[in-house]
């Protein structure tokens, strides 16, 4: 990925230095003013965000939450592991909410998951997150008026449609590949005991 962008980079630069070179370094710097200023925007947000969770889960507040999920948490991701069904549910309590601080709570869920042997789980917390369902979409939103929008929330039904969309369709597609996996496998086992 790196080659990638350093070769979008350099032909920009070759371009730019042969159409108007008086602008190249007005640009370079205003691309880097524009970096910076988003960097620290996204800073801003993963602290207030990291900061909550850690209030909330100092206050206990991710553990009731966790307990009142945990049977539908065990449900979904057929597992009997706790610790992983209160990391799992604050992961997707954070999504919805748009906090952009789910990550750790998300590499927990999947390390408890390693110990348990469960991939199921692991692949479809995954999915979960990479689909991005949010009611709150918080992050796009600060990001969009740091950016000066008129209309930041204007993205709040677009980005739920979507996303909840493709959380449907991408789940559906992978329950039903693992239960087509789990019969070919089972077919393979049945077939392997008649042979011997």
């Known amino acids: 990925m790196n080659a990638v962008f350093a070769a979008v980079f350099i032909a920009s630069a070759a371009l730019l230095m042969f159409a108007a070179p008086d602008k190249f370094l007005t640009a370079l710097m205003g691309g880097a003013r524009s970096a910076a200023t988003a960097a620290l925007t996204l800073f801003c947000i993963y602290a207030v ?13 991710t553990r009731g939450v966790a307990r009142r999920f945990a049977p539908l948490c065990k449900k979904i991701f057929k597992t009997r592991s706790d610790e992983a069904c209160e990391a799992a549910a604050m992961n997707l309590a954070c999504d919805l909410l748009g906090a952009g601080a789910s990550t750790p709570f998300a590499v927990k ?6 110990k348990e042997g469960n991939f199921y789980a692991q692949k479809l917390l995954f999915i979960i997150n990479a689909a ?11 990001l969009r008026a740091g950016a000066g929008s ?35 496998s089972e077919r393979k086992r049945a077939a392997f005991r008649w042979h011997f």
């Open 49 to 61: 965000w990291m900061g909550l969770a850690a209030v909330a889960e100092a206050g206990g507040i």
């Open 109 to 114: 869920a999947v390390a408890a998951w390693e």
């Open 132 to 142: 991005g369902l949010q009611l709150i979409p918080a992050t796009v939103t600060a």
């Open 150 to 184: 008129a209309a930041a929330a204007d993205i709040f039904l677009p980005s739920l449609i979507c996303s909840a969309l493709s959380l449907a369709l991408s789940a559906a597609l992978f329950i039903s590949s693992e239960r087509i996996r789990q019969k070919i």
